[in-house]
Structures are given as structure tokens and as C-alpha cells.
């Protein structure tokens, strides 16, 4: 069970485990979702429409994009920025999971609230999502800038983008976009977790759980459908983000086409709205999802199923 449960005989692993869980399950996800991850990022950020009709877009389909991708920069293209990208989801699944674990079991304890509530889990996996986020943005941008710069590398090594940023940018570069990532990451992470919970309810209730393989594909299904649902509900902000993170790089994106620079986030915004229309805050939605579903499920079947590990290794102990 993700959170705190005091009906279930899962409490008995520590903190520390859950932690480490929740690191392992990112680390694993990250290495299966990253090229989509790259081709979203580059929709993103790329200004001109996602159609074959507009002779200045460089990508307008995934199946295109891929191709293009791995034609002119190598397979390796699509694991660009994969350290940083794994230094960010091994910290965020400590940091995600033990918090929701911590906020989960205090309001247990401290309110007459069922730790296993809809809005409770709404509420602490909005709250723990922000505490890991504040925690690894610094390395978000740094992974943002890898995936999104073309060749020639501007950027060679981690230390070489630390190092440059930091020089000629100034140390607050390692926050850009933060306040569009704060303002969206809340409400994601909380409709991920009670979407989570309440499908797997839900699935109680239609068809009951029988056997560990059945639970496991329960597990991975139920995180699908909370990915897909909170990536829709919350996409534009995710896209404001991406926008505001290479601000200041330009010079490393003169080959995929236009090239913006906004001055905040009501900006950011407003140009996007008037330059690329509606449609414009859902440019790259499409990978998105399919990632969303993909890494929100795989990240919840891999957190219980460590979880359970963890579980089954002190019964076996004791």
C-alpha cells in the first residue's frame, strides 16, 4: 500500500526502506521512459506547430521525430542528459515517497481523518511532490538543457553544464521555471496519488484481488490510469516549465527552428496564446501521456513491489 495504512501488515518496514523503495522504483522507470522523455521535451520547446504543414517545424510526429532524432544524433540521443535525469528520480523517489509516508501516518495520528481518504492523499501527495521538488530542481534544469541541446554539444559533462551555467547565468539558473513547476507539480502529484487509490479501490470493488501476479499487473494498471489523468489535467504548466528552463540558451536550439525568450510565466503564457494558439499548451501531449502512463505505473509497481520485498525479507528474518 503506497502511505500510511494501519490496517495493513505492510508497516513493518522502515523509514529508511521506504526511501530507498521509492529511489530504486525511479531509478529503474528513468532508464525504460527516458527517449520519450527527450522526444516530449523537444516538442515542447519547439515553437513552430507539430504538423507537416508548416515547412519551419523540425518534429511533428513521434514516429517522425524518433527517426529524425536518431538520423542526425544516434541512438544515445534519446538517453541525453540520463545522468542528471537519474540523479533527479533517485533523490525525487526518496524524497516523494518518504515525505507522503511521513504526511500520510501525521494526519492519521494528529486529525480524525482516515489516512486513506481521497482528499488526504490529494493534499500529501501534493505537499510531498513540492518537498521533492525543491529538493532536486536544480538537477531538472540541468537534465532540461541536455535533452534539448542539438549538436555541437554546448554542454560536454555535467560538470562542463554546472560550471558554464553557474558563470554565465548566475547560481539562480538552477531555478528557472520553478514557481509554473510548484504550481503544477501539487495538484499532479495529488491526483496521482488519489487517483492511484482510488482506482485500486475501485478495482477491490469490481473485481477482487487474487494471487501476487494479479496484484502486481493491479499495481501497474491502477498507476497508468493516475498518470494519464493528472498529465492532462495539469499539461500546460508542464509546458510553461520546459519554456523558462532553457531561457538563456538559445544559442544551443539555433538548429531546431525559433527560438523565444519570456520574461516569466505570465508571459511565457500570453506569447505562447497568441503565437501558437490554444493547441500551443499541449504541444508534445501525445509522448506525454504515453510517458505519464508508462513512468506513473512502472513507478508504483516498482515501489510496492521493493516495498513488499522489503516486507517478505523481515518476516523471513524474524
Given at each position: 500500500?503506497v502511505g500510511y495504512d494501519p490496517t495493513?501488515?505492510?508497516?513493518?518496514?522502515?523509514?529508511?526502506?521506504?526511501?530507498?523503495?521509492?529511489?530504486?522504483?525511479?531509478?529503474?522507470?528513468?532508464?525504460?521512459?527516458?527517449?520519450?522523455?527527450?522526444?516530449?521535451?523537444?516538442?515542447?520547446?519547439?515553437?513552430?506547430?507539430?504538423?507537416?504543414?508548416?515547412?519551419?517545424?523540425?518534429?511533428?510526429?513521434?514516429?517522425?521525430?524518433?527517426?529524425?532524432?536518431?538520423?542526425?544524433?544516434?541512438?544515445?540521443?534519446?538517453?541525453?542528459?540520463?545522468?542528471?535525469?537519474?540523479?533527479?528520480?533517485?533523490?525525487?523517489?526518496?524524497?516523494?515517497?518518504?515525505?507522503?509516508?511521513?504526511?500520510?501516518?501525521?494526519?492519521?495520528?494528529?486529525?480524525?481523518?482516515?489516512?486513506?481518504?481521497?482528499?488526504?492523499?490529494?493534499?500529501?501527495?501534493?505537499?510531498?511532490?513540492?518537498?521533492?521538488?525543491?529538493?532536486?530542481?536544480?538537477?531538472?534544469?540541468?537534465?532540461?538543457?541536455?535533452?534539448?541541446?542539438?549538436?555541437?554539444?554546448?554542454?560536454?559533462?555535467?560538470?562542463?553544464?554546472?560550471?558554464?551555467?553557474?558563470?554565465?547565468?548566475?547560481?539562480?539558473?538552477f531555478y528557472k521555471g520553478l514557481t509554473?513547476?510548484?504550481?503544477?507539480?501539487?495538484?499532479?502529484?495529488?491526483?496521482?496519488?488519489?487517483?492511484?487509490?482510488?482506482?485500486?479501490?475501485?478495482?477491490?470493488?469490481?473485481?477482487?484481488?487474487?494471487?501476487?501476479?494479479?496484484?502486481?499487473?493491479?499495481?501497474?494498471?491502477?498507476?497508468?490510469?493516475?498518470?494519464?489523468?493528472?498529465?492532462?489535467?495539469?499539461?500546460?504548466?508542464?509546458?510553461?516549465?520546459?519554456?523558462?528552463?532553457?531561457?538563456?540558451?538559445?544559442?544551443?536550439?539555433?538548429?531546431?527552428?525559433?527560438?523565444?525568450?519570456?520574461?516569466?510565466?505570465?508571459?511565457?503564457?500570453?506569447?505562447?496564446?497568441?503565437?501558437?494558439?490554444?493547441?500551443?499548451?499541449?504541444?508534445?501531449?501525445?509522448?506525454?501521456?504515453?510517458?505519464?502512463?508508462?513512468?506513473?505505473?512502472?513507478?508504483?509497481?516498482?515501489?510496492?513491489?521493493?516495498?513488499?520485498?522489503?516486507?517478505?525479507?523481515?518476516?523471513?528474518?524474524?
Amino acid at each position: 500500500m503506497v502511505g500510511y495504512d494501519p490496517t495493513t501488515d505492510g508497516r513493518s518496514i522502515s523509514k529508511i526502506e521506504v526511501a530507498v523503495a521509492g529511489s530504486v522504483s525511479g531509478l529503474v522507470t528513468r532508464a525504460l521512459i527516458s527517449p520519450l522523455d527527450v522526444i516530449k521535451i523537444r516538442f515542447q520547446l519547439q515553437i513552430e506547430r507539430l504538423s507537416r504543414r508548416d515547412p519551419g517545424a523540425k518534429y511533428h510526429s513521434i514516429l517522425q521525430a524518433t527517426r529524425q532524432i536518431l538520423r542526425e544524433e544516434g541512438p544515445t540521443a534519446f538517453w541525453k542528459g540520463h545522468i542528471p535525469a537519474q540523479l533527479l528520480s533517485v533523490g525525487y523517489g526518496a524524497v516523494q515517497f518518504l515525505s507522503f509516508e511521513l504526511l500520510t501516518e501525521l494526519v492519521h495520528r494528529a486529525t480524525a481523518h482516515d489516512a486513506r481518504e481521497f482528499s488526504v492523499h490529494f493534499v500529501c501527495g501534493g505537499l510531498s511532490a513540492c518537498m521533492a521538488t525543491l529538493t532536486v530542481h536544480p538537477v531538472d534544469v540541468l537534465r532540461t538543457r541536455f535533452a534539448a541541446q542539438g549538436e555541437p554539444r554546448v554542454y560536454r559533462t555535467l560538470r562542463d553544464a554546472v560550471v558554464t551555467m553557474h558563470r554565465t547565468e548566475g547560481p539562480s539558473v538552477f531555478y528557472k521555471g520553478l514557481t509554473p513547476t510548484l504550481i503544477a507539480i501539487f495538484p499532479y502529484a495529488g491526483f496521482q496519488f488519489s487517483c492511484y487509490s482510488f482506482l485500486k479501490s475501485a478495482s477491490d470493488w469490481v473485481v477482487p484481488a487474487s494471487g501476487k501476479q494479479n496484484e502486481n499487473l493491479r499495481n501497474l494498471l491502477c498507476g497508468c490510469g493516475a498518470g494519464v489523468v493528472s498529465k492532462t489535467l495539469t499539461y500546460p504548466l508542464d509546458l510553461f516549465k520546459k519554456r523558462l528552463q532553457v531561457g538563456g540558451f538559445e544559442q544551443a536550439r539555433a538548429t531546431f527552428g525559433q527560438v523565444r525568450r519570456y520574461r516569466g510565466l505570465w508571459d511565457c503564457a500570453q506569447r505562447v496564446l497568441q503565437e501558437e494558439g490554444a493547441q500551443g499548451f499541449f504541444k508534445g501531449l501525445a509522448p506525454s501521456l504515453l510517458k505519464a502512463a508508462l513512468s506513473t505505473g512502472l513507478v508504483f509497481f516498482w515501489y510496492e513491489l521493493f516495498c513488499s520485498f522489503f516486507h517478505r525479507m523481515k518476516k523471513a528474518d524474524g
